[in-house]
């Protein structure tokens, strides 16, 4: 990142995150930013609220406390949540295609439904976002037709084809077979060097320690430590983060590349 | 006279029948799905005591009899202060019966579609009723035909209940001709097969509406 980082104001800031479901807490005050450009890694044992961050972000799921200020916008209070959800793209687990669709048309209806563009229009930039993914020849397949690197690619075309000013991963590649996890992030690895915000929740370590600026470590609704890549492999300031680290390489391999 | 004078003499009348047991099908279908569209969105998105109250009108029309719902209606009601004839006695007690039955089928066409993509929707920015049209209910139509189908062919059966009432349906005009020339086992078959024609021919179509709606790789039979 550039030395002038502290005159810009972050893309992203979450301040003292808050949720719980019911009895238990989920989320217990959480903060961090994102700068424009900036690329950060979630990661930590399942439950802990990884995903309920993000799902915070662009309020899948309400927050009970915390601000959460997306470039001008306060997210948590603002009654045109709709119009955000359009500047954060949204890629998860489970892909979310439209089954009714064809490849093409699961990218272009968010631009005719919601943006209210000319269907020639989104065609055209639906063929750009597929082509930008690597995916031309089965535009005009069905999900089910799709194997799961692809579907994922579509899942992401369709949510870059909006044109959003954060990335927000979730598990992009924990429901795909290890052979079509590469073309996934291979995808997402371009999409960094283009320069777009993001922030990733995976297990995915070579990733992280290759496209990443900071990672950061949670668990049971806090963050525990937050560091560089570099710095979080070679040598994390607590314990916990390191059996964690070494669990994980134990899981899926050392943070190669 | 013989049977195929029997035949052709029986025809009109009994025609006349067909068209009020079409009449009768047509107008319980109608009342089904547009009272059980009504009910399937508020068991489906309505807060719990609207979701209470259709349970209730649900379980209560399912487990009544059809001739017992029929009788109440037609002998029942005027004793209110209500006096309606027995045909749209008939269409009531049957309508409320399939309004029952077509809820569940629209509520099991609408949850059809996964949470996966109804999140992926308003990632997108869709509110609810962009994506009720654009994401829920292209899909839910493709689910929602096959149980419709045969919700069909049983309101179509039972429009024969409406003999108890006196409605001059398909099964009564049967009855007068054999009353007079008295031979069941003719204008029986004849009905039956008239009803055979009616269920075979829509239900036929609304599987080939299935089949041409099909989305590609969805499903077991792959083409």
């Known amino acids: ?257 | 006279m013989d049977r195929l004078e029997l035949v052709q003499r029986s025809l009109p009348a009994l025609l006349e029948g067909t068209v009020v047991t079409i009449q009768l099908t047509v107008l319980i279908l109608l009342f089904g799905l547009a009272l059980g569209l009504i009910m399937a969105f508020g068991q489906t998105y309505g807060n719990r005591p609207i979701r209470f109250l259709v349970n209730i009108y649900e379980r209560v029309f399912r487990s009544i009899p059809e001739l017992v719902l029929l009788l109440l209606v037609f002998y029942g009601l005027p004793n209110l202060g209500f006096r309606i004839g027995a045909f749209n006695a008939a269409v009531l007690a049957l309508g409320l019966r399939a309004t029952a039955y077509m809820s569940q089928i629209y509520r099991g066409a609408f949850q059809s579609v996964g949470s996966d993509q109804l999140t992926a929707a308003r990632s997108l920015g869709m509110g609810r009723y962009r994506t009720f049209f654009y994401v829920i209910l292209p899909q839910a139509i493709r689910v929602f035909i096959p149980p419709f189908a045969n919700e069909y062919a049983i309101i179509l059966k039972d429009t024969s209940l409406a003999y108890a009432l006196g409605v001059t349906e398909l099964l009564r005009q049967g009855q007068y001709i054999i009353a007079v020339h008295y031979d069941p086992l003719t204008i029986f078959l004849i009905i039956a097969a008239i009803y055979f024609l009616l269920t075979f021919g829509i239900t036929r179509l609304l599987k080939l509406l299935e089949k041409r709606l099909k989305i590609p790789g969805l499903g077991a039979e792959m083409n």
């Open chain 1, 1 to 257: 990142m550039t030395d002038n980082r502290d005159e810009h104001k972050p893309l992203l800031e979450i301040k003292d995150l808050r949720k719980s479901f019911g009895d238990n807490l989920v989320l217990d005050g959480i903060s961090f930013s994102l700068n424009p450009g900036e690329k950060k890694v979630i990661i930590g044992p399942s439950g802990t609220g990884k995903s309920t961050v993000l799902n915070c972000i662009n309020r899948l799921i309400m927050p009970d406390g915390g601000e959460i200020w997306l470039d001008d916008t306060e997210v948590v209070g603002c009654d045109n949540i709709n119009e955000i959800r359009q500047q954060i793209g949204y890629v998860f687990q489970g892909f979310g295609l439209f089954h009714h669709l064809t490849a093409i048309k699961n990218v272009m209806i968010g631009l005719t439904k919601v943006k209210g563009m000319s269907r020639e229009e989104a065609e055209a930039k639906a063929t750009a976002e597929l082509e930008r993914v690597g995916l031309t020849d089965v535009s005009d397949s069905y999900p089910a037709q799709l194997s799961g690197g692809q579907k994922q690619r579509v899942a992401i075309a369709r949510a870059l084809a909006m044109e959003p000013m954060l990335m927000l991963f979730d598990e992009p590649t924990s429901a795909l077979d290890p052979e079509l996890i590469g073309e996934v992030l291979t995808v997402m690895k371009a999409l960094a060097r283009e320069g777009m915000t993001m922030l990733v929740v995976t297990h995915e370590m070579g990733f992280a320690r290759s496209v990443s600026d900071e990672i950061i470590f949670m668990e049971k609704g806090h963050i525990v430590e937050k560091a560089h890549p570099e710095k979080m492999f070679s040598g994390p300031e607590l314990q916990r983060t390191k059996d964690f680290l070494f669990k994980l390489d134990e899981l899926y391999g050392k943070g190669g590349d």
